[in-house]
């Protein structure tokens, strides 16, 4: 049930200081004993959600049901101890704020944590909290995650229902999670993955394609970096090929997907 929040001790600035939002985790759960935060987009019944923009929320009314990620996490066991601070309405990528500021980032003082999900990465970067949620648009689970040197993950678009949460862009909205260690991060996975027979196991793979065009435009650093992880995995699955994703490239995905992602992003607060 929804409580008045415990104080928190927040030096990093990840929590938002004008929501009280509290949700006690299920006495005897998988996650039992687990805290966690939400970004400030994730609905929690009698509580507005303000998306990083103080307008946004004094024209918003608080919302009537907690959001489906949020709730099965409590239903689990862990308790959420509070909102997080974001890009305004999602759409940045450095975790910068100019009505609520900037996060610190624990693993590098004086940089920015990245962004949109700057609170979540913050907060269990600097173990306010054992794991956070994110969204991912064009990068903000991905990117705080590398920028705070945590585990975090994007998983299939639509794979985690988008109930009760702020959209941004619905073709590419997706709700990740940010933990310090695999236990924690696999743990929570088991949670926000299961399908309807209750196991995140999916059937084994028979081959493992690997996207050329996505190395060609790569940084060498990454290239280098994911080239151990990607000799690993191929001599599990046993098989692997190599192939294009486009036959002109991958150089102009990048501009296209801006503006598909721009548009959808005007069209859904258009009318606000």
Known sequence: ???????????????CKDTDAYLEGAAD??????????K?????????????????????????????????????????????????????IFGENAHYGTPVNPNAPGRVPGGSSSGSASAVAGGLVDFALGSDTGGS????ASFCGLYGLRPTHGRIPLDGILI????????GWFARDPETFARVGQILL???TG?????????????RDAFEVADKEVVDALQPV???????????????????????????????????????????
């Open 29 to 38: 759960g998988p996650l039992s004993g687990l805290t966690f935060a939400a």
């Open 168 to 175: 941004q862009a619905p073709s590419y909205d997706t709700i």
């Open 230 to 272: 990607v000799d690993v995995v191929a001599s599990l699955i046993g098989a692997s090929t190599t192939e294009r994703l486009s036959p002109a490239g991958l150089s102009g995905w990048p501009g296209q997907q801006q503006v598909l992602q721009g548009r959808e992003a005007w069209e859904t607060v258009r009318d606000w």
């Open 40 to 92: 400030d987009i994730f609905d929690v019944a009698g509580h507005v959600t303000g998306g990083g923009n103080p307008d946004w929320k004094a024209t918003h009314q608080p919302a009537g049901k907690t959001a489906w990620v949020v709730q099965v996490l409590v239903d689990a066991g862990a308790t959420m101890v509070g909102k997080t601070l974001t890009d305004e309405l999602t759409r940045g």
């Open 141 to 144: 689970v991905r990117v705080p």
């Open 1 to 15: 049930m929804t409580q008045p929040r415990p104080k928190i001790d927040d030096p990093l600035n990840a929590f």
């Open 194 to 196: 299961q399908n309807s």
């Open 199 to 211: 196991s995140i196991v999916p059937p084994r793979p028979r081959r493992l394609v690997i996207a």
